[in-house]
């Protein structure tokens, strides 16, 4: 990043749906794996070994019912 921390990613994508509209149907589109909810209408779903998370979050942000996806991100851990 713009800081000069390393930022990796999970093979996991964060994304809600847009409250009161079903989106898990579309998810499945995408083969997601292990999808599993977090809070109100938002979930945590596997992306499979050697396919493009930040392309499947694209293309996610971009259905009617997602109101977010994002990869979910990894940076080392400081103590304060």
Avoid: H, T
């Amino acid at each position: 990043n713009s800081l000069g921390k390393k930022v990796g990613v999970r093979n996991e994508i964060i994304f809600k749906c847009v409250e009161g509209k079903e989106c898990l149907s579309i998810v499945k589109r995408y083969n997601l794996k292990d999808i599993s909810n977090l809070s109100n209408d938002i979930y945590i779903a596997k992306v499979s070994k050697g396919s493009d998370i930040f392309e499947i979050s694209q293309k996610l942000y971009l259905e009617n019912n997602i109101e977010f996806a994002n990869p979910n991100f990894v940076k080392k851990r400081y103590r304060r």
